[in-house]
T-cell receptor, first 110, second 115 residues
Framework: QKEVEQDPGPLSVPEGAIVSLNCTYSNSAFQYFMWYRQYSRKGPELLMYTYSSGNKEDGRFTAQVDKSSKYISLFIRDSQPSDSATYLCAMSSNDYKLSFGAGTTVTVRA | NAGVMQNPRHLVRRRGQEARLRCSPMKGHSHVYWYRQLPEEGLKFMVYLQKENIIDESGMPKERFSAEFPKEGPSILRIQQVVRGDSAAYFC?????????????FGQGTRLTVV
């Protein structure tokens, strides 16, 4: 069993739709939870960071963490074609060693 | 302010050759992390370095792989006697302190192809 599970998709939605992404994990020591966006042939860029359980909102993006279920989510409202990318969840129990999901490829159709 | 620079962007090596991947951190960053991304898999931690020190290399294969971050110059990830299974994208990230989760920026990666 992988430490972090993420459905690779692909996921295709029309412009303006809500994109819902999620990951599950098995290591109860994880305390820091992140979502990265990766465009084709580029490096990952940090989108959202959450410490422990709870919700966090930043513009059109909302991240949720449920540690009791070992489940994290990312929601993108009013999706735009420029949101088309691969979204990676990542988590860690220390400051430098991240465990990544495999990534979900999202396409937003104009 | 230039971002994290990795070179080369693409590298082709024949089996048995050596591959050298370079990572120049952002200005003021003294912490470097290397991750490897295999096809259809997430990024995997390889090694964490500070200037002149290896802090954690628990993700590095025991043989053929080595990393350094000298006092002057870029961090180098070296793979000796490459095999087809080494084909992957190698990313480095840098941060001003030892916090990759909130303070680090990733480079654009080096895509290694072993033929």
């Amino acid at each position: 069993q992988k430490e972090v599970e993420q459905d690779p998709g692909p996921l295709s939605v029309p412009e303006g739709a809500i994109v819902s992404l999620n990951c599950t994990y098995s290591n109860s020591a994880f305390q820091y939870f992140m979502w990265y966006r990766q465009y084709s042939r580029k490096g990952p860029e940090l989108l959202m960071y959450t410490y422990s359980s709870g919700n966090k909102e930043d513009g059109r993006f909302t991240a949720q963490v449920d540690k009791s279920s070992k489940y994290i989510s990312l929601f993108i409202r009013d999706s735009q074609p420029s949101d088309s990318a691969t979204y990676l969840c990542a988590m860690s129990s220390n400051d430098y060693k991240l465990s990544f999901g495999a990534g979900t490829t999202v396409t937003v159709r104009a | 302010n230039a971002g994290v620079m990795q070179n080369p962007r693409h590298l082709v090596r024949r089996r048995g050759q050596e591959a050298r991947l370079r990572c120049s951190p952002m200005k003021g960053h003294s912490h470097v992390y290397w991750y490897r991304q295999l096809p259809e898999e997430g990024l995997k931690f390889m090694v964490y370095l500070q200037k002149e020190n290896i802090i954690d290399e628990s993700g590095m294969p025991k043989e053929r792989f080595s990393a350094e971050f000298p006092k002057e110059g870029p961090s180098i990830l070296r793979i000796q006697q490459v095999v087809r299974g080494d084909s992957a994208a190698y990313f480095c990230a840098s941060s001003p302190r030892g916090r990759i989760d909130t303070e680090a920026f990733f480079g654009q990666g080096t895509r290694l192809t072993v033929v």
